[in-house]
């Protein structure tokens, strides 16, 4: 089975600020890959960076990069000079391929941005 | 704009009612799920269309009956709901294929369901 934790159930910054929110992940698959969604109030889930798991190299779409950390099951995202239009719930998700294309979420963080 | 269009958006019903839920892309797309989601909770998987064929049917009661006529289309059609039913279903589809099996959802707008 797989398992996400994201233990930042809400998080609030002020706009221009770097913020980091944390994941972490537990699966026996050996072939994997995580991803970040954002989740506006306008409900469509949006991806936002994914990483695979054999790359050790960190992703990273402009402003916003990754810290993974394959030994200590550990996917952070980071949010650089955030902007009003980044407040949103952010789900950690893992991937698998189990017959199909399963995603399994964290349980999100409210991520606010204060202008 | 989304590439994955749910109708309706909305949706009130009463338990003994009959209605479907439908999802539409065009991005040639041949796998096709459904979520539920709850409020203030993740989406939760419920099926997989893989090539016009169901691969994954995660427990989902039978009230739900999802439907895949084609390529570019899928259905949830709905029967004797429950209040507990209540909340957003999302739809999403990603290729399928050869190199693309790790490839990222693309997720609709969802319908917010109501049952009463």
């Known amino acids: 089975a797989q398992t996400v934790t994201q233990s930042q159930p809400e998080m609030s910054v002020q706009e221009a600020e770097t913020v980091t929110l944390s994941c972490t992940y537990d699966?026996?698959?050996?072939?994997?890959?995580l991803f970040w969604y954002k989740q506006p109030p306008s409900r469509q889930m949006i991806l936002v960076i994914r990483q695979e798991a054999y790359k050790q190299q960190n992703a990273t779409e402009n402003r916003f990069s990754v810290n993974f950390q394959k030994a200590a099951k550990s996917f952070s995202l980071k949010i650089s000079d955030s902007q009003l239009g980044d407040t949103a719930m952010y789900f950690c998700?893992?991937?698998?391929?189990?017959?199909?294309?399963?995603?399994?979420f964290g349980q999100g963080t409210r991520l606010t941005i204060n202008p | 704009d989304t590439e994955v269009t749910q109708t309706p958006k909305h949706l009130v019903m009463g338990m003994t009612n009959k209605k479907s839920l439908k999802c539409e892309q065009h991005m040639g797309h041949r796998a096709m799920y459904w979520y539920k989601q709850k409020a203030k909770k993740p989406p939760e998987l419920m099926f997989v269309y893989s090539y016009e064929k169901l691969s994954i049917n995660e427990s989902v009661p039978s009230r739900f009956s999802p439907e895949c006529p084609n390529s570019s289309l899928l259905n949830l059609h709905l029967h004797a709901l429950q209040p507990e039913d209540s909340a957003l279903y999302l739809c999403?589809?990603?290729?399928w294929g050869p190199g693309s099996y790790n490839s990222p959802l693309h997720f609709g707008n969802g319908t917010r369901l109501t049952v009463t």
């Open positions: 999403a589809s990603s290729p």
């Open positions: 998700a893992l991937g698998v391929i189990q017959g199909a294309q399963k995603l399994v």
């Open positions: 699966t026996s698959e050996s072939n994997y890959y």
